[in-house]
């Protein structure tokens, strides 16, 4: 990775956006996805491609009561784990997934979740994104999720001109500060969710317009 230069508006622009996240979002680390345990994380976050949290919830309420151990997963018949998290989408690939990633820890990790996210990428189903909702949630490990929200609101606030995931997360790493990293997942879905959606963003409401490219933008042509 090349070393970037941030200019000191840049920064001042990120301090402005980070005291307004933490004021109105606060600080607190939380789970969008319901678990009880590593490896239940694991699996949902699997079951999250392409899909709702609020879906995957919904699946996993049931799921992980006729499935509860790790071992029920890795031994599980595969065309009834199709029909059990079918709605989740891409059921195929999700089932063989989980199926050959609960082999795994069983085989290779002694049923734990492992930290390093070499260990992470390297299981069936898990990208980086997967790899750095473990990290922060589980073990408490500075990490940055980049899901549609984080994309897509970090691009209209102009942060990261990136469109590949992972060179928005090498980005964001550059220009956050450490400490932030995970508040910044938490406070930027909530704000995707809320205010700053795909299809209509409501940037006349939002407290972050006046340091944010789009929004500016957006009140410049108006005026127009
Ligand atoms: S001003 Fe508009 S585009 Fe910018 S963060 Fe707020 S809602 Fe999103």
Redesign the pocket.
Known sequence: MTNIRISKKEKEKIHNIIEALNREYGTENRCFLDHETPWQLLIATILSAQCTDERVNQVTAKLFVKYPSLEDFAYADIKELEKDIHSTGFYRNKAKNIIACALRLITDYGGEVPRDIEDLVSLAGVGRKTANVIRGNIYNEPSIVVDTHVKR?SN??GITKEEDPVKIEFDLMKKLPMEQWIPYNIQIIT??RS???ARS?????????D??????Q?YKDKRK
């Open positions: 609101v209209r606030l704000h995707g205010i700053c959606s963003p409501k940037c006349e409401q939002c407290f972050l317009r340091y944010c490219t789009y929004g500016k957006l």
